[in-house]
């Protein structure tokens, strides 16, 4: 669908930006191998000196709940890590630990190779933040924003014209400059933020559902920037509910009842799904729907649109058993046959794997 | 330095283009003048009584006009028929006075006249007052009476008494507006500072602050310094307004004005940061400005009622209500001019309150972090 709709839109003339090259205002310091390296070993420190982000036994206890629990991180330079997870999973939690915002109830820290004094100002300044919720100042114009971040975050007064011509470009924002914030649309305040979380080049970039609420063509756009940026070697954290997007991802974590459940590549994820799925189309869904639930373990079937994806162990077995149930039930099968795992069979899969272990 | 300017220049683009914020600054201020200024009167003047003369001698009569001669009464309007306490009843009037048949006579006769006098006593004050009055107007009254048929005995020690009651003076205004000026500059002042510390967490703008800058220190002063010249302003227009409106002027040494007035609105915009950086949302930095700092600046401040007349345990609460003090300062200067001798020690407390809501303030904000 999404590719229709940006098919459609690019024949009706639309031009997708063309990414605007970085202007570098900053050399990517070498970071130190950790201080903390016990063991002493070169092989070890030269390893950890491109890990930008790595958390250990992170955990966060709220009054009476466990929002995230004993997650272990690491993210390396030039990475576009994914964070996903249904709401209240713990991904936002998670993120406002790692860029200092919020304090861990145990577990450490170390953010470009420090792990010691994260809210110093010039780890805060080595790192870009993009919020959950827009926050940007409503009443400020645009440019007003993008003044006052450029000064929060210290960037020369020398280059900070040319930061924001930049963001401005990328974010193609030269005709809302003097506009009020608080009176765009979504999409907009969106990239803006992006631009204002990034405008002074950090190295270790964490963006918090950048893309909700956000149309198809906006997204990619907003995707073509965050690629830009692990390009230039930045380390992205990024959570979405979009499992489409997670595809941009180099590595993923999966996220349910506040665990990481799984981390890994997108392919390396899918792989993680035992057995072989089945899609299944049928004249009555809803009728097969129950039909396969109660003969199988529920959460083997899930419904996907007009389908419904059965998760089987034996493929020539379980296709036959399928077969047979449904030809039991009142329903006609229209077509059914083995399918690839997708992103979202698999986050499917896992959570209710780990509902399963709960209970 | 740089990131209080930072602050300081972004607070001020956002309050400009705020409305309400304008309107608290420079709308509400003189509205609230006006209102304190023309609309509180402690004393009570056009009391509506009710006089039922059945005597109608030129006694009375007389004993009538030396009760309207206190320009405390007027006379109720009322149907004739209507009876005193039906007046009385019906909120027509406040008082009611009954002359009996031979009033005259019995006093030409030098027997003791009773009067009938009934008061509605549901209005405490006004109660006093009226009581007051008749009583001072009846001593009065006998007194020209002895002194036209016995000469030699006087009751003129009661005249200097009556006079405080009887003053219909102007010079109220000169005890209220300064104290209006105290409680004005303590208001709106916090009520801005809160509104603005306050809307940066309900719009989570806070965030990327805190994500952007370890120190609250920029935060803090940006915003203080660009309420306190708003603030300064304010004192300015609302001084002027006083001096226009009321004739107000100064009296003797203005420099104790000049210093303890910024101090004063500084104090009141740090107590609105200090109650913005603890409140989630800007309803409730408003609410707990007005509870924790309207009333107590109304009630406790010596603005309408004395300090001396606020009962024990309460009275020590007002020691730590900033306008207070600044109240007896701008009192001062306005009415009654002695200058440093007086209140030298009044700067020094408002520095002293400065410190400590800067500190209450710093504390709040001091991690830049999300509360859990």
């Given amino acids: ?359 | 330095m740089n990131i209080i300017l930072v602050q300081a220049i972004k607070e001020w683009q956002e309050f400009q283009r705020d409305r309400l914020s304008l309107a608290l600054a420079f709308l509400l201020p003189l509205f609230s003048l006006l209102l304190f200024g023309y609309g509180i009167r402690l004393e009570s003047k056009n009391i509506p009584i009710i006089i039922k003369d059945l005597d109608n001698t030129s006694i009375s009569r007389e004993f009538v006009q030396r009760l309207y001669a206190t320009n405390i009464f007027i006379p109720a309007v009322t149907a004739d028929s209507t009876s005193p306490q039906d007046a009385i009843g019906r909120g027509l009037a406040k008082a009611a006075l009954v002359i009996p048949k031979n009033f005259a006579a019995q006093i030409f006769r030098g027997k003791t006249s009773p009067v009938q006098v009934m008061i509605d006593g549901t209005d405490i004050a006004n109660t006093q007052i009226v009581y007051n009055t008749i009583q001072a107007a009846n001593l009065y009254f006998l007194g020209m009476l002895q002194k036209q048929s016995k000469p030699d005995v006087t009751l003129q020690m009661v005249v200097p008494h009556l006079r405080l009651w009887f003053n219909p003076g102007r010079q109220e205004t000169f005890f209220i507006v300064p104290g209006a000026f105290g409680v004005i500059l303590w208001m709106f002042p916090a009520l801005l500072a809160a509104v603005a510390a306050s809307r940066e967490k309900e719009q989570k703008t806070i965030i990327r602050v805190y994500a952007a800058d370890p120190n609250p220190v920029g935060f803090l002063l940006g915003k203080t310094l660009v309420y306190f010249t708003v603030a300064k302003c304010m004192a300015i227009i609302v001084m002027v307004a006083g001096a226009l409106l009321f004739g107000l002027r100064l009296a003797g040494d203005p420099t104790p004005l000049l210093v303890a007035t910024p101090l004063y609105v500084l104090t009141a915009v740090l107590f609105g940061i200090f109650l913005g950086t603890y409140a989630s949302s800007q309803t409730v930095a408003v609410q707990a400005t007005s509870t924790i700092g309207f009333f107590p600046c109304l009630l406790l401040s010596g603005f309408v009622y004395p300090i001396s007349n606020i009962p024990f345990p309460l009275s020590l609460f007002s020691v730590v209500v900033p306008a207070r003090y600044f109240v007896e300062l701008t009192r001062d200067a306005f009415v009654r001019g002695a200058g440093w001798p007086a209140v030298w020690p009044i700067p020094l407390i408002l520095l002293g309150f400065c410190c400590v809501l800067l500190a209450g303030s710093w504390f709040g904000m001091r991690r830049m972090q999300v509360k859990d």
């Fill in chain 1, 1 to 359: 669908m999404e590719n229709v709709f940006v098919m459609r839109l690019r024949e009706l003339g639309l031009v997708e930006p063309q990414p605007v090259p970085f202007p570098h205002i900053r050399t990517r310091q070498p970071t130190a191998g950790s201080l903390y390296n016990l063991e002493g070993s070169t092989d070890i420190a030269m390893q950890q000196s491109d890990i930008a982000i790595k958390a250990q036994n992170l955990t966060k206890n709220f009054k009476d709940f466990c929002a995230v629990d004993n997650a272990v991180l690491e993210i390396k330079y030039g990475e576009i890590y994914g964070l996903l997870g249904a709401n209240g999973a713990g991904k936002t939690t998670t993120i406002k630990m790692l860029c200092g915002l919020m304090a861990p109830t145990t577990g450490t820290i170390s953010l470009a190779g420090q792990s010691k004094d994260l809210r110093s100002r010039d780890i805060r300044k080595r790192i870009g933040y993009m919020s959950q919720k827009f926050t940007l100042y409503d009443g400020l114009t645009v440019a007003e924003n993008l003044q006052f971040y450029a000064a929060i975050y210290e960037i020369p007064l020398k280059l900070r014209q040319q930061q924001i011509d930049w963001v401005t470009q990328v974010c193609e924002l030269e005709d809302i400059l003097k506009s009020v914030v608080g009176r765009l649309p979504l999409g907009w305040k969106q990239r803006i933020a992006f631009g204002a979380a990034v405008m002074h080049e950090p190295d270790i970039i964490f963006l918090d559902e950048p893309t909700a609420g956000v149309d198809p063509l906006a997204r990619r756009q907003l995707w073509t920037l965050i690629r830009e940026f692990a390009l230039n070697k930045a380390a992205i954290l990024v959570t979405t509910h979009y499992l489409d997007e997670a595809e941009y991802c180099n590595r993923l974590a999966f996220m349910a009842d506040s665990k990481i459940v799984t981390q890994g590549s997108p392919r390396e994820i899918k792989n993680q799904l035992l057995g072989q799925l089945i899609e299944v189309k049928a004249s009555n869904a809803q009728e097969a729907y129950l039909a396969l639930t109660s003969h199988l373990d529920h959460w083997r079937v899930s419904v996907f649109g007009d389908s419904i994806h059965v998760l089987i162990e034996d493929s020539e077995n379980g296709l036959e058993s399928i077969k047979s149930i449904l030809l039991n039930s009142a329903c006609e099968i229209q077509s059914i046959r083995p399918i690839a795992c997708s992103l979202e069979d698999a986050f499917i899969d896992l959570v209710q794997r780990s509902q399963r272990e709960r209970s």
